[in-house]
């Protein structure tokens, strides 16, 4: 049994999406735990977003890159039960003007870690790598037996990140595991994605800009349920060496998920605008995970209309969270990447 409940977690990635909300949901549901974050706080990770468990005895933030190891191997070297690496570049427009970060984070960073982790052995090294690795999927559902067909920098690179952590594995006998979730939403997303972009941008009547036809599809699931799945994989037997796909089966396309997201605000779908689409853009993603479920008793537990209804609640009640951030290189990467039609 691995220590879920009393470990020492390094949670790599800590200060972006997905990192902050398995933060808060970390120290809140293991009393016994100590979370440390390492993260390099790029425009994406924002220090604000660990506020509420700043001053927490259990919580401890490092600023750093994972790509270095003269700050990653001593650090490793303290001695930590799980690390959880969630730090990457992780938008696909951003990895079409700049691959460098992306290689260097994506693949090289998660080689730093692993070297470290060989050094100082841990319980368990969860890569979080994504469903975009392989590539797009037209009909039915990836399973993680389907090979790997990434097509823009960005799924590419994770796509080295994850092969790299499964060769550990199997050469060092390193205990990995590897998991490939959908498309997330919830609090704390960035505002360059699709539904804080959507959302903010209605709040502040702006036009909402939709790539190419718009039909593109993606799995929706709640950063929470992903968080979730990932407790059930660091508390499960034969999960090392694995690749686990973490889906909702909830597939919306862009069109559908602008509407939605214009209903809640009380908008109309007037502020919905084509814009020249993106380049390589996968029309449609789709994961099976039905082994997670079948090994590990995982399921998604928010239901889908209520999850959007309380991201957008979270998007209007925090304007504080997210004005700041739109501002800056932001706009000068919005003007940049978005040709309205
Ligand atoms: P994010 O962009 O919101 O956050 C990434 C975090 O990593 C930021 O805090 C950033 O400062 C940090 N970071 C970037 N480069 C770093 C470096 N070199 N060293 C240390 N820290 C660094 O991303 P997210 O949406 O929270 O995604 C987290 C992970 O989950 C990523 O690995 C991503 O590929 C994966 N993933 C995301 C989704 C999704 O829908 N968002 C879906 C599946 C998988
Ligand atoms: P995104 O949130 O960038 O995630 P992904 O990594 O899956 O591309 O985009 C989700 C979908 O929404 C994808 O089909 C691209 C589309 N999209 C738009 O149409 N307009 C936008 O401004 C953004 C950010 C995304």
Redesign the pocket.
């Known amino acids: 049994m691995r220590p879920v409940e009393t470990g020492r977690y390094l949670v790599t990635g800590g200060a972006g999406f997905i990192g902050t909300n398995f933060v808060h949901e970390c120290l809140r549901r293991h009393p016994q735990a100590q979370v440390t974050v390492l993260d390099k706080l790029t425009y994406a990770g924002n220090p604000r977003n660990l506020d509420p468990v700043r001053n927490d005895p259990r919580f401890r933030f490092v600023q750093g890159d994972i790509a270095d190891a003269a700050i990653v191997e001593p650090l490793i070297a303290e001695g930590f039960d799980f690390v959880i690496n969630f730090a990457a570049e992780t938008?696909?427009?951003r990895s079409i003007g700049d691959p460098a970060s992306f290689v260097k984070t994506d693949v090289f960073g998660v080689y730093t870690l692993l070297e470290a982790v060989r050094k100082h052995p841990v319980s368990l090294f969860v890569q979080i790598s994504t469903d975009?690795v392989y590539g797009e999927i037209l009909d039915g559902a990836a399973t993680e037996q389907s090979p790997l067909l990434p097509r823009n920098p960005y799924s590419a690179s994770k796509a080295g990140g994850d092969r790299l952590a499964y060769s550990y594995w199997a050469t060092y006998d390193i205990p990995v595991a590897i998991t490939r979730c959908s498309?997330n939403y919830g609090p704390y997303q960035y505002p360059?994605?699709?539904v804080p972009?959507f959302v903010t941008n209605a709040l502040q009547g702006e036009k909402l800009?939709?790539?190419g036809s718009?039909k593109?599809t993606?799995d929706w699931i709640h950063a929470l349920d992903h968080v979730n799945a990932i407790f059930h994989i660091l508390a499960a037997d034969g999960v090392e060496g694995e690749v686990w796909n973490i889906g909702a089966e909830n597939e919306r396309s862009?069109l559908e998920i602008g509407g939605e997201l214009l209903r809640l605000l009380g908008k109309t779908d007037a502020l919905l605008a084509s814009v020249v689409d993106?380049p390589g853009?996968d029309r449609r993603?789709a994961v099976d995970s039905s082994k997670l479920r079948a090994k590990t008793g995982w399921k998604c537990e928010v239901p889908f209309e209520q999850g959007l209804a309380e991201t957008v609640r979270w998007y209007e009640e925090n304007a504080d969270w997210w004005r700041p951030l739109k501002s800056g290189e932001f706009l000068d990467y919005y003007k940049r990447n978005y040709k309205f039609l």
């Open positions: 938008h696909v427009d975009e498309n360059e994605k699709l972009l800009p939709v790539y718009g593109n993606r862009v993106r853009h993603y």
